[in-house]
Antibody
Framework: QLQLQGSGPGLVKPSETLSLTCVVS??????????WGWVRQPPGKGLEWIGC????????YYNPSLKSRVTISVDTSKKQFSLKVSSVTAADTAVYYC?????????WGQGTLVTVSS | QSALTQPASVSGSPGQSITISCTGT?????????VSWYQQHPGKAPKLLIY???NRPSGISNRFSGSKSANTASLTISGLQAEDEADYYC??????????FGTGTTVTVL
């Protein structure tokens, strides 16, 4: 079955750029209504939708509160999609999840804890 | 965008039924049948329970059911079991072509 595996640095310095990648296995990234997205969860807090990208890469949607700092890209030939968050602060410390988005977020990656600290 | 409103906690005894509410606006929950529900155990990724308000993915127990009335969606867990103790989140598509999650509800099995 489809599986997602996120990866990236666990520690990022303030003002730098956070970069994460999600590799898709066990299925195709291509399909009508297939979007690939990111969700984050600060320690002890709730879920926050970051954004998503259509499988063609032609359309992206971002949380308005993060839009100026976030970029999501996709490379279906490598079966992966990526997240970049620029100018990070301690408030960006969270577990970052990747997920397939069609009629809901499913499946999810295992989550990557990213800590912003000098 | 503001998070959807859920009760912070709900509890019930084994075998009972509980309902978790998820209140939004006409620009999200009330305007679209794209409400989904997730279960999250500590240290784990969320798991999809319900999509498009009422639909269960393959493999999800029929003890979980969803509904919606106006701007409020609900998740009902019937025949409550110890394994249902977890955090639950709702999510909705919005008029801004974005998604928003609920504030989350902790379910305790007494």
């Amino acid at each position: 079955q489809l599986q997602l595996q996120g990866s990236g640095p666990g520690l990022v310095k303030p003002s730098e750029t956070l970069s994460l990648t999600c590799v898709v296995s066990g299925g195709s990234m291509i399909g009508s209504n297939y979007h690939w997205g990111w969700v984050r969860q600060p320690p002890g807090k709730g879920l926050e939708w970051i954004g998503c990208i259509y499988y063609t890469g032609s359309i992206t949607y971002y949380n308005p509160s993060l839009k100026s700092r976030v970029t999501i890209s996709v490379d279906t030939s490598k079966k992966q999609f990526s997240l970049k968050v620029s100018s990070v602060t301690a408030a960006d410390t969270a577990v970052y999840y990747c997920a397939k988005m069609t009629t809901g977020f499913d499946p999810w990656g295992q989550g990557t804890l990213v800590t912003v600290s000098s | 965008q503001s998070a959807l409103t859920q009760p912070a906690s709900v509890s019930g005894s084994p075998g009972q039924s509980i309902t978790i509410s998820c209140t939004g606006t006409s620009s999200d929950v009330g305007g679209y049948n794209y409400v989904s529900w997730y279960q999250q155990h500590p240290g784990k990724a969320p798991k999809l329970l319900i999509y498009d308000v009422t639909n269960r993915p393959s493999g999800i127990s029929n003890r979980f059911s969803g509904s919606k009335s106006a701007n409020t969606a609900s998740l009902t867990i019937s025949g409550l079991q110890a394994e249902d103790e977890a955090d639950y989140y709702c999510s909705s598509f919005t008029a801004s072509t974005t998604y928003v999650f609920g504030t989350g509800t902790t379910v305790t099995v007494l």
